[in-house]
Every structure is written in structure tokens, then in C-alpha cells.
């Protein structure tokens, strides 16, 4: 009996902590990775004009 | 420190496990949903920075670039077709306008540390900031120009003959259009401080040189005309290659005599190099051309074209001993030299022996809205242009 009250137990904090992690991930992580990683998409094409030059037509 | 790493090692251990109790369902939908906001959202974002009322945020654009455009006919047209800031600024193309959004961070850290926040402070960084844009606009052929404007729905019979001349042979070449037309949005940058400077500064190089009496000398810079060795109220201006003969000094000045024609009509107050061709020497005070002690008169003749009667008059005046050259050519060589370089920016510039003397300044005030020449050069290459018409020229038309 009182292995299954510390199972339940186990199981809550497993899913509380997957719940923070999945809100943490789409919320936080994943938004702020993905516009940091289009500035520095920016970042590197104004870099390279600088050194290979500006666009042509 | 060791919490924050525990910690990280905690959340990795259940990001690398499949969910336990979060269904796969659940997941995939709200990476979807949280997904398709994100995406709307940073689109949103994206647009609201590519607003005009972003741009203007800032105090100095607001104060400067804003202003300026507001006079221009990108602002306020017959048509009603308004380009605003982002329409001639960003490129479309995604991977570009990546580009100039980071390249604008840069902006943004201006604006933190105040580089442009006055007047004088973005006057002086004026022309810096106009050659970025211009380098971007001749890489791209004018791209975000010919967004609207396309040599191909060019109708040139309804442009002026002057236009049409021009503007065909720039269809023919694809020449970009920032080639002729700088500054038509935003003030021009104060560009040819290097043109002022030569003239000034082969006027300084001669300064300090001594002069002969009875020598004739040519101004390189306009200069101001005295009534004596001492008085400090200008006559009037001497324009640049013009020439005198020095017959006196005294202290600082040099006693000059000036050989001119003017119109005998009116005041008279233009001072002309020939009879009646409009190359202007100096202009005077109304005063000081009405002073009989200042000029002797010589001959009288009518032009027949005009019907105006034209004399001749030499004038006594004085000017400062400052840098004049002896040798005229030096100065037409610069003037050659500065009307190749200014002009062949847009077109094959005309021979000068193409006009004559007086049909150059016509000719040179229609163009001279198109650069942005100091005061000393513009006087010099018209009269270059003039002193090497046809009028003048052995092998003119």
C-alpha cells in the first residue's frame, strides 16, 4: 500500500515536470532559438555583402 | 550556478524520454498551435518595423529625413501614390531585407548612444549615411526605385525633349536611376567640399607669393572688391578667373585695374568679360556702379540682338593680397577636369565649343539642379564652358 502511494507520487512530479518542460520549450526556447536564429541569418548575408559585396540586380 | 546546471540537467533528462504522460497528440498540437502564433507573430512584428511610424520613432529621422521628403513629390503627387520610408529603404527580397533589418541595429545603437540627435551631429554624418544608400541603390540597379518606375511603361513622348534625350539613353544602357537623380528625396549632402577646396586651396598654396606691379593676375575664389586700401565695406565680388592687372599695393591690398564691359543701361551693376556675351566678371553695389570715380568709360556699342547699348569700362578697385595665379591655364585645366567628372556621372557631356557663350548659361542653369557644386566651382566651369565656346573656339561648330 505504501509503495503505491509513493509511485503515485513519483508519477505526479514526472508530469508536472514534463508539463514545464513542454510549456518552457514552445512558450520560451523554440521562439526565442528561432529569432535569434533568422537575426543571425541577417547577421551573416549583411556581413558577407560587406565582404563580397552589396546585391546586384 | 550548480542549481541552474542540475537544473538543465533535470529538464534534458525528460526532453531526451518520450512523454510519459503527455500524449503525442497533445504535443503535436500545441507545437502547431504555438508554432502558428509564433510564425504570426513574428510576421507582425516584422511588418510593424517596416511602418513609417516605426521609422519616425526616432527623434532624428523624425526631425531630418521626414521633414525633407514632405516637400518632394514622392510625397504628395497628382496621382496620390505616396512612397514611404520602407518603400525605397527595404528590399523585398526575404534574404535582403534580413540583411538591412540587421544592418538597422546598428541604427538602433545610434540611437541609444545619441550619434545623430542633433542637427549639427547629423548634418556632419549626412553624407556617410547618403553613400550607404547610394552604394546599396547602384549594386541594385535602383531596384526599389523600378519597384514603381519601369523604363519599360516609360511613355517618353510625354517627357520633355530635354527629358526624352536623357531618359532614352539611360533605358538603352538599364542605367540605374540614382546615376542622375541623387537627392530628390532628401536634402543633398554638402558634396563637393573637395571641389571648394581646390580652388581654395591652389588660391592658399599661391598666399604669401609677391606681386609685380603692372602684372595681370585671375582670381581663383570669388573675391571682394574695396574702394580703398583701408575701407571695409565689399564693392562687390570678383568671380573666379577673372582677370586683373595689378598697378598699385599698399599694407594688405593690391590697387587692380579691371577692363570691362557693361550694359549702359539701367544701373549697370554686372561687370561682363566681352561685349555682349553674359560672362560675368563681378557684380557691384549699386553704389559702386554709380560711382564715376571708380571707372573710366571706354567704347560704346549696340547689340544688335537685344537692341541694349554696351560699354566699355575699366575700372580702379582694390582687393586683398591673398593667393591669384598668373597662369589662366591652371585654372581652365581644374574647370576641365571638374565639369568632365560632374556631368559624365549622367551623360556624355556636350564639347564645350558645342554653344556659344551665352547659350551656356541656360544650358548650365537647367543642369546644375542635378549636382551640387560649391559657388566657386559652378562659377568656374561656366566659365570655362563660355570662354571656350563657340564663340571663342578656333574649331567650333
Redesign the interface.
Known amino acids: 500500500m505504501k509503495q503505491q502511494t509513493s509511485n503515485v507520487e513519483v ?1 505526479k512530479v ?2 508536472k ?3 514545464k ?2 510549456i ?4 520560451f526556447l ?2 526565442i532559438l ?2 535569434v536564429s ?2 543571425g ?3 551573416i ?2 556581413m558577407s ?1 560587406i565582404l563580397f ?5 | 550556478m550548480k542549481k541552474l546546471f542540475s537544473m538543465i540537467a533535470r529538464f534534458w533528462g525528460v526532453f531526451n524520454k518520450p512523454s510519459k504522460h503527455i500524449s503525442l497528440g497533445i504535443v503535436t498540437c500545441g507545437a502547431f498551435l504555438a508554432g502558428i502564433i509564433f510564425w504570426g507573430g513574428f510576421n507582425t512584428a516584422l511588418e510593424a518595423t517596416n511602418t513609417e511610424a516605426f521609422c519616425i520613432s526616432c527623434h532624428s529621422m523624425k526631425e531630418n529625413n521626414y521633414q525633407e521628403i514632405q516637400s518632394t513629390i514622392h510625397w504628395s503627387n497628382r496621382s496620390g501614390v505616396r512612397a514611404t520610408c520602407p518603400d525605397c529603404h527595404v528590399p523585398h527580397k526575404w534574404s535582403d531585407k534580413m540583411a538591412a533589418k540587421a544592418r538597422a541595429s546598428k541604427d538602433v545603437f545610434g540611437w541609444l548612444l545619441g550619434t545623430v540627435n542633433t542637427k549639427e551631429k547629423f548634418e556632419s554624418k549626412r553624407l556617410h549615411l547618403a553613400q550607404n544608400e547610394w552604394a546599396r541603390f547602384k549594386a541594385n540597379g535602383s531596384l526599389e526605385c523600378r519597384n514603381c518606375h519601369d523604363y519599360k511603361s516609360m511613355d517618353f513622348t510625354k517627357m520633355s525633349e530635354k527629358a526624352q534625350v536623357q531618359m532614352r539613353k539611360a533605358a538603352e544602357r538599364d542605367q540605374s536611376c540614382l546615376d542622375c537623380h541623387k537627392g530628390i528625396a532628401h536634402n543633398l549632402p554638402e558634396m563637393d567640399t573637395t571641389a571648394i577646396s581646390e580652388l581654395g586651396k591652389m588660391a592658399k598654396n599661391l598666399e604669401g607669393h609677391s606681386f609685380e606691379v603692372g602684372k595681370e593676375y585671375y582670381s581663383l575664389v570669388q573675391t571682394p572688391l574695396y574702394k580703398d586700401d583701408k575701407e571695409t565695406e565689399y564693392l562687390g565680388v570678383l568671380t573666379p578667373a577673372t582677370k586683373f592687372k595689378v598697378i598699385g599695393e599698399s599694407g594688405k591690398r593690391l590697387q587692380v585695374e579691371l577692363v570691362t564691359w557693361h550694359k549702359a543701361k539701367g544701373y549697370g551693376r554686372v561687370l561682363y568679360f566681352d561685349f555682349a556675351k553674359n560672362i560675368v566678371q563681378a557684380t557691384l553695389s549699386k553704389e559702386a556702379s554709380q560711382d564715376e570715380s571708380l571707372f573710366v568709360r571706354g567704347d560704346k556699342k549696340e547689340d544688335d540682338l537685344t537692341g541694349l547699348p554696351w560699354e566699355q569700362v575699366t575700372f580702379t578697385l582694390w582687393v586683398d593680397k591673398k593667393g591669384y595665379e598668373e597662369n589662366l591655364q591652371n585654372i581652365w585645366d581644374y574647370a576641365k577636369d571638374a565639369y568632365q567628372t560632374t556631368c559624365s556621372v549622367c551623360h556624355t557631356q556636350p564639347a564645350e565649343a558645342h554653344f556659344d557663350a551665352n547659350t551656356w548659361v541656360g544650358m548650365f542653369a537647367g543642369m546644375q539642379g542635378f549636382v551640387n557644386l560649391d559657388g566657386d566651382t559652378h562659377d568656374v566651369i561656366l566659365k570655362y564652358l563660355q570662354n571656350h565656346s563657340s564663340d571663342y573656339s578656333k574649331d567650333a561648330h
Open positions: 508519477e514526472e508530469k515536470g514534463e508539463w518542460l513542454f518552457f520549450l514552445t512558450v523554440f521562439p528561432a529569432t533568422v537575426f541569418y541577417g547577421f548575408m549583411w555583402n559585396g552589396l546585391p546586384t540586380h
